[in-house]
């Protein structure tokens, strides 16, 4: 090279351009990456859901399809047709009986024809609450309309959360009935998007880390839907024999609902709380008699928070305090759908750092066994 060269400054303009031209490249995928995010950001949540349900019921419709004489589309139209069945649709008839039980308990206090009973005597000596309750309950029973009118700000609040929750819990039910729909259309080619997704795996963390990242996926996210499903049916069962000691009407209606709600993720206490109100309401009951029902539909209507922490992590190669951990911090910051997220990405993450301490392992031994032959 002349110093020529070298005045003129040619090598290092041919040095600035290829990094500004790679500068330019990184910028337009960053940008391109960013936009695409921007049009799939609205179906993130429907994808995830879909995606899910695929992945865990994927086992099923393959055996299926195995009946059908490996018919993978036929076998995912009628997985999806019997999902929605059993799940979508008895969920939104109780969700639209509930909203027109609403409708109609606002109208009848509008009219004044709410008739509500007089309370029991045995109320006021409730401790704590009896004196304030018989109170209450009396002003309510006498003269409905101006307690109405004195509480006005506070039911209007009551009312606007009221009105949230349905709105909210209407939202999910039409957004798991899309999802299922979707699921039903990737376990169609399950197979393709298996090998895609290995790829893309194996693309990440190479052969081997990739397919073991792609079987702990998978085996996560199963492991969590079976525990969803386990939950709802354990959680039927208490609410169903709570039900039948307690001498509640349709018991066995009221645990096949409950199991319903349960795998569609909606709250048992939409059962067990007028469970209580009839308790109590119907006066068949002593006030010690009607203490303990409640106290027991009450823990059996919240059983799926102390059941879920407990089953989600069976079948995973992972310890079960990381798939715990995961589950909660994910159903903390994201609902449900985060439950699984969370437990897929800690068990991921705790694979990837337990890998790299086995490698850094693995490099001393090599290291002491080459001093000890030298």
Not at 217 to 243: D, K, M, N, P
Not at 307 to 318: N, Q
Request: aromatic share 8%; with cysteine; charged share 10%.
């Amino acid at each position: 090279m002349t110093s020529q060269d070298k005045f003129d400054g040619k090598p290092a303009r041919t040095e600035t351009s290829a990094q500004m031209d790679l500068f330019i490249r990184a910028g337009l995928i960053l940008a391109l990456v960013m936009l695409c995010y921007q049009v799939f950001a609205p179906f993130l949540t429907l994808m995830v859901w879909a995606l899910i349900l695929a992945v865990a019921l994927y086992p099923m419709q393959q055996f299926i399809a195995n009946k059908l004489g490996g018919k993978q589309g036929l076998a995912a139209t009628i997985l999806t047709l019997l999902g929605i069945a059993l799940i979508v649709v008895p969920t939104a008839v109780l969700m639209s009986s509930l909203g027109d039980s609403v409708q109609q308990l606002v109208v009848d206090v509008q009219e004044n024809t709410l008739e509500i009973p007089a309370p029991p005597d045995a109320v006021a000596t409730w401790p704590l609450v009896g004196e304030k309750l018989h109170a209450f309950w009396t002003a309510a029973s006498t003269d409905l309309p101006a307690l109405v009118h004195s509480l006005q700000p506070k039911i209007g609040d009551i009312a606007k959360t009221a009105l949230g929750f349905v709105a909210s819990i209407g939202v999910g039910l039409l957004q798991f009935f899309a999802a299922f729909i979707i699921a039903g259309i990737i376990m169609a080619f399950g197979k393709s998007g298996a090998s895609a997704s290995l790829a893309i795996f194996q693309r990440i963390g190479g052969d081997a880390i990739g397919a073991d990242f792609a079987k702990l996926s998978t085996a996560t996210i199963r492991a969590v839907a079976e525990g969803v499903i386990g939950v709802a049916f354990i959680q039927a069962i208490l609410v169903g024999i709570c039900l039948l000691v307690a001498g509640v009407p349709f018991a066995g209606v009221f645990a096949l609902v409950t199991l319903v709600l349960g795998i569609a993720q909606v709250p048992a206490l939409i059962v067990t709380l007028p469970a209580i109100g009839y308790i109590w309401w119907s006066g068949d009951y002593g006030t010690g008699m009607a203490i303990v029902y409640t106290i027991l539909l009450f823990v059996s209507g919240m059983a799926d928070n102390v059941l879920k922490p407990l089953m989600l992590g069976r079948g995973v190669d992972a310890p079960m305090p990381v798939i715990l951990l995961g589950a909660l911090g994910g159903m903390a910051a994201a609902g449900i759908l985060g439950m699984f997220v969370g437990a897929t990405l800690l068990a991921l993450g705790y694979q990837l750092f337990m890998g790299w301490v086995k490698v850094r392992d693995a490099a001393k031994v090599t290291g002491r066994a080459e001093q000890k032959s030298a």
